[in-house]
C-alpha cells in the first residue's frame, strides 16, 4: 500500500516508497517528481472549496503543467462532496478532459453511489471520498471490492491514523492520503509508513 502526501516535497524524497500527491492550488513543479512509474498522483482541491467555488481553471492549469509527465497512477476527477448525482454528471465531461491530457481518470465515490450506476469501463481508478461514516461503512465497501474485481486502483482520501489505515488495508485500499502527513512531516510519514508495514507484515502472516 502506497501513502501519497501533498507538498513536503524535501520530507518525501527521502522515502522511495512514498508517493506524491499534487494538488492545483499547490503549484507543484513537474521537475519535482520522481522518475519511477506510479509513485505520483492528482487530486482536484474539491473537498476544501466551498459549495459552488470549485476552481476549474487551476485544476486545468495543474494538468497543463504536468502535461507529458509519465508514471502517473491516477488524476481524480471534480466531484460534489458526499453527492453521488452531482458528482456521477460531471463524470463524462472531466473524465474525458484527463484522459485528453494523457493522465488516468479516477471518479471519486461519493455517498450514495450504487454499483449499477457507475461506468465501470470508462475507469481507471476510484477515489473514495464521501463522508467518514460512508466510506468506512459497507456501501464503500462493496464498491471498493467490485473495482479491486475489476482490477482498478484503489485510493482512499482523508486518512490520518493508524486506525483508519488498518481499516481501510482490511477493504482492499491500494494507497491513501492525508493531511496529516503534510504537517510534521518528518514525525508524521516515518509513522504513517510503520502503520503500512504493520498491516503488511500481519497480512504475511495470516
Not at 107 to 114: E, F, I, R, T, Y
Request: glycine fraction near 14%.
Amino acid at each position: 500500500m502506497i501513502m501519497f502526501v501533498s507538498g513536503a516535497t524535501a520530507t518525501v524524497a527521502r522515502y522511495p516508497n512514498v508517493g506524491e500527491l499534487i494538488v492545483p492550488e499547490a503549484g507543484n513543479s513537474p521537475d519535482s517528481l520522481r522518475l519511477a512509474p506510479g509513485w505520483w498522483a492528482g487530486d482536484n482541491s474539491c473537498f476544501n472549496a466551498k459549495p459552488g467555488e470549485f476552481d476549474a481553471g487551476a485544476f486545468m492549469w495543474m494538468l497543463k503543467r504536468f502535461y507529458g509527465r509519465k508514471g502517473c497512477r491516477f488524476i481524480a476527477a471534480p466531484d460534489a462532496v458526499a453527492d453521488a448525482y452531482k458528482t456521477l454528471e460531471g463524470w463524462p465531461f472531466w473524465s474525458g478532459i484527463i484522459r485528453g491530457a494523457g493522465f488516468v481518470p479516477a471518479l471519486v465515490l461519493q455517498n450514495g453511489m450504487l454499483v449499477g450506476e457507475i461506468p465501470w469501463r470508462e475507469l481507471g481508478a476510484v477515489f473514495v471520498g464521501g463522508t467518514t461514516e460512508w466510506k468506512l461503512g459497507q456501501q464503500a465497501r462493496d464498491l471498493m471490492a467490485y473495482a479491486k474485481a475489476r482490477g482498478l486502483w484503489v485510493h482512499v482520501g482523508r486518512v490520518n491514523s493508524g486506525i483508519r489505515v488498518d481499516q481501510i488495508y482490511d477493504m482492499g485500499a491500494d494507497s491513501f492520503d492525508g493531511t496529516g502527513f503534510s504537517m510534521a512531516p518528518d514525525i508524521n510519514i516515518p509513522k504513517g509508513l510503520e502503520w503500512i508495514s504493520r498491516n503488511e507484515r500481519q497480512g504475511q502472516l495470516l
